[in-house]
């Protein structure tokens, strides 16, 4: 689904490690999961670029553990983040009648904006398509690969190079449909992102969205 794109950032050098700006604030756009996996992108706005600083991935955690990793990436980078982007199923009430948003922001995550659904989740993959070659990615703090009950799990970058799909049939029509697995978390979270973009969430989304004009 992203696999050519991420090709075509690599072969442009725009997979490398790179100084992430003092000056500019950090924001945070997740997929979330408890007993699957929560995912974590880091990403900072830099004129037309849009800086993939961290990745991060984990299941069956609490969120404190989540709230953990933000308080370390504010830590290490010396910028507090922005917001935290969330998507739709963030607010389904669970675990006792709260929802993951209610218990991020019980563990100290105040900062933290749903992303509404978007019915089509093509819809969202193609408009983060439309800004991946926009992407520079940080080779170290993207490309880290991890382990899981003992099994290899792929790094960031490699969720999007991963992410597949499959034929499936609904209603007699064949349709080819994202597969969920170990990639679809982050690549989800990464669409986090781009259906923010698309309904005007971010600060500075007409730069995202709508002005070619600005060189890279």
């Known amino acids: 689904?992203?696999?050519?794109?991420?090709?075509?950032?690599?072969?442009?050098?725009?997979?490398?490690d790179f100084e992430h700006d003092a000056g500019r604030?950090?924001?945070?756009?997740?997929?979330?999961?408890?007993?699957?996996?929560?995912?974590?992108?880091?990403?900072q706005f830099c004129g037309?670029?849009?800086?993939?600083?961290?990745?991060?991935?984990?299941?069956?955690?609490?969120?404190?553990?989540?709230?953990?990793?933000?308080?370390?990436?504010?830590?290490?980078?010396?910028?507090?983040?922005?917001?935290?982007?969330?998507?739709?199923d963030a607010?389904?009430?669970e675990f006792g009648g709260k929802s993951v948003?209610?218990?991020?922001?019980?563990?100290?995550?105040?900062?933290?904006?749903?992303?509404?659904?978007?019915?089509?989740?093509?819809?969202?993959?193609?408009?983060t398509r439309s800004l991946l070659p926009r992407f520079v990615f940080h080779k170290t703090n993207c490309g880290k690969i991890w382990t899981h009950e003992g099994r290899d799990m792929p790094s960031g970058i490699g969720c999007l190079e991963g992410y597949h799909t499959m034929e499936s049939a609904a209603s007699g029509v064949i349709r080819e449909t994202p597969v969920h697995d170990e990639n679809?978390?982050?690549?989800d979270a990464l669409r986090t992102f781009g259906e923010a973009d698309m309904r005007g969430m971010l600060p500075g989304s007409t730069v995202l969205s709508e002005d070619p004009r600005r060189s890279v």
């Open 184 to 187: 679809s978390h982050g690549a």
């Open 1 to 16: 689904i992203y696999g050519k794109l991420i090709s075509a950032l690599r072969a442009k050098k725009r997979i490398t």
């Open 101 to 127: 948003r209610d218990h991020l922001r019980e563990a100290g995550l105040d900062n933290v904006t749903v992303v509404p659904v978007i019915r089509d989740q093509w819809t969202g993959i193609n408009h």
């Open 91 to 93: 607010e389904h009430k």
């Open 48 to 88: 037309r670029d849009i800086c993939a600083l961290a990745y991060r991935c984990n299941s069956q955690q609490l969120p404190a553990y989540y709230v953990a990793i933000a308080k370390e990436w504010e830590r290490a980078y010396g910028i507090p983040i922005a917001t935290h982007y969330l998507p739709h």
């Open 25 to 43: 604030p950090l924001y945070c756009f997740w997929d979330i999961g408890y007993s699957d996996f929560t995912a974590m992108w880091l990403l």
